[in-house]
């Protein structure tokens, strides 16, 4: 090839690229594999005087395409995903860890449910379900006061790989929803746009359930939605587990200086019932009051203190939820990067002062940190029905029910705790955006005002609405009507199949 013809490809392929054309990867065989290259994208417009990028125009690949698409494979996403398909919906669950489990597996949370004293009353369904098959597999051991389960966080992950695995679900890792895509010239969904190191595709779907914890589909489709100001969101944890505790010393302890829920009430105006007050409770706090006396830790630690809960024979103390931070907005990723170095340098400061006051800990090691913070609070879709804090607290009862929820209430500085059988039900009504169809929203960004989000937002609660999102996908393709117009007493009776407790 002369010159000539060496400038009219090269003139070519620079065209082709400002067209938003893709060329073919290059290849080249060797003995040591291919040598590739990928065709960079078309330059598209920089305007800096608005701070934007416009991206040109791209043909992308389909990635893939199901009846039911489950976006966050948390507690709501692997409910839903299980739901859906056992409803007979051919169903992908993708999620942007390389894990399904969530708050689990990704934070390091052991308890779908801890508050299980004598007299709560369960839902049953998939949570429940998740908890015996992990107890089955000896992934599991007893909360330290009561009747609930600590799960093991990291075994968890092949926990839900089964569940995954024998429902036949088809999973997708790795992979970030970063847009969505309409019908055309309507509301209804059919389809998101991701982002992996396979680069940019899209996965079509007849229903999309949005259990990414902070509605993020939602967002992205131009559902309405509130979020709750930064300085009064409930704060974020960065979780962490130590190895070296002796187990026998630290439960004397304990046992020598018991802790009860009224101890929580020390650091802030807390709310309870009263029958709240003298049960016991894994927790922390005062120690690092004296830890900051003894000069171990800064002054400045305020925010340290909470709970303990699994123990092993090994010495391996987890679910170390010890270190919060608050004032960070969990969707601006520059509050997440902050939140996630200062919150590894306070679980830091924690283990110092456990080590150093606390029988039992004064070997302790740090084993691990969670994968990522663990956060509570970000959007809550505006739906078709918002739960408030009357529903929740006085035992909700609606016609479009998918299941129930003890009357559990955490956060906001109110705790209380389902010891005397309460219970509210769930409606289908909190899961159903009101400006785009074909989407359900499951999990802790349901429609609610701030103490009904503090029950909600637990992971037992997002089984609830995940596996009732599930079905009501699954169904409403059955028969044929949109997530807006779905038969509610036909997802009721599948939810009932499943062995949901309803009323």
């Known amino acids: 090839m002369n010159d000539e013809e060496k400038y009219i490809a090269r003139t070519e392929r620079m065209l082709t690229r400002w067209s938003g054309q893709r060329l ?5 065989q060797t003995t040591e594999g291919d040598v590739m290259r990928h065709t960079p994208p078309a330059v598209g417009e920089l305007d800096v005087e608005s701070g934007q ?34 409803a007979g919906a051919d169903t992908i669950i993708l999620e942007r860890f390389g894990c399904f ?17 004598e007299g709560t009353v369960e839902g049953e369904g998939i949570g429940i379900e998740m ?15 009561n009747d609930s389960q600590c799960l093991d966080a990291d075994f968890f992950k092949v926990v839900a790989d089964r569940l995954i695995t024998e429902a036949g679900v088809r999973p997708i890792l790795h992979c970030m929803a970063v847009d969505v895509i309409f019908e055309e010239g309507s509301n209804r969904l059919k389809g998101i ?46 979780v962490f587990n130590a190895s070296g505790v002796d187990k026998q010393k630290f439960l004397q302890y304990t046992e020598d200086q018991p802790a009860t829920y009224a101890d929580w009430s020390r650091t802030w105006d807390q709310e309870t019932t009263g029958k709240e007050d003298a049960l016991r409770s894994p927790y922390l706090d005062k120690e690092f009051d004296t830890a900051r006396e003894l000069g171990v830790i800064p002054a400045h630690t305020t925010n340290l203190g909470g709970s303990w809960s699994a123990l092993t024979e090994a010495g391996e103390a987890t679910n170390l939820n010890l270190a919060h931070l608050s004032g960070f907005d969990c969707t601006d990723v520059m509050d997440l990067t902050k939140a996630e170095m200062q919150g590894r340098q306070e679980a830091l400061y924690a283990l110092m002062a456990l080590k150093k006051v606390v029988p039992g800990f004064e070997n302790a090691k740090l084993r ?8 509570r609070d970000s959007r809550k879709i505006i739906g078709r029905y918002n739960l408030s804090s009357e529903d929740v607290r006085n035992q909700a009862k609606f016609e479009d029910s998918v299941g129930i929820f003890p009357e559990f209430i955490d956060g906001y500085n109110v705790l209380i705790l389902p010891t ?8 289908y009504g909190c899961m159903v955006p ?15 005002d701030m103490v009904s989000h503090a029950a909600m937002r637990n992971m037992m609660a997002c089984t609830v609405t995940g596996q009732g999102a599930g079905v009501a996908a699954a169904v409403s393709l059955q028969q044929g009507q949109s997530t807006a117009e779905v038969d509610l007493r036909a997802i009721q009776a599948e939810l009932e199949r499943q062995g949901v407790r309803l009323h």
């Open 53 to 86: 990028y416009l991206e040109p125009a791209r043909p992308l690949p389909i990635l893939a395409s199901c009846d039911v698409l489950v976006v966050g494979a948390g507690p709501a996403g692997l409910s839903a995903a299980l739901a859906a398909k056992r």
């Open 368 to 375: 691990n940190f969670g994968m990522t913070l663990g956060t």
């Open 101 to 117: 489990g969530g708050v689990i597996t990704t934070v390091g949370m052991e308890t779908l449910a801890w508050y299980r004293y």
């Open 193 to 238: 746009i991701t982002e992996s190191k396979s680069g940019r595709q899209v996965v079509l779907a007849k229903r999309i359930i949005d259990c990414t914890g902070d509605a993020d589909i939602a967002h992205l489709a131009g559902a309405s939605y509130r979020k709750t100001p930064k300085d009064k969101m409930l704060g974020v944890t960065t």
């Open 24 to 28: 073919p990867v290059t290849r080249k």
């Open 434 to 448: 009101l400006e785009v169809d074909n989407l359900l929203v499951a999990g802790r960004c349901v429609a609610g």
């Open 420 to 427: 005397t059988g309460r219970y509210f039900e769930v409606p």
């Open 131 to 145: 908890e015996r098959i992990a107890a089955q597999m000896g992934g599991s051991i007893k909360w330290p006061y």
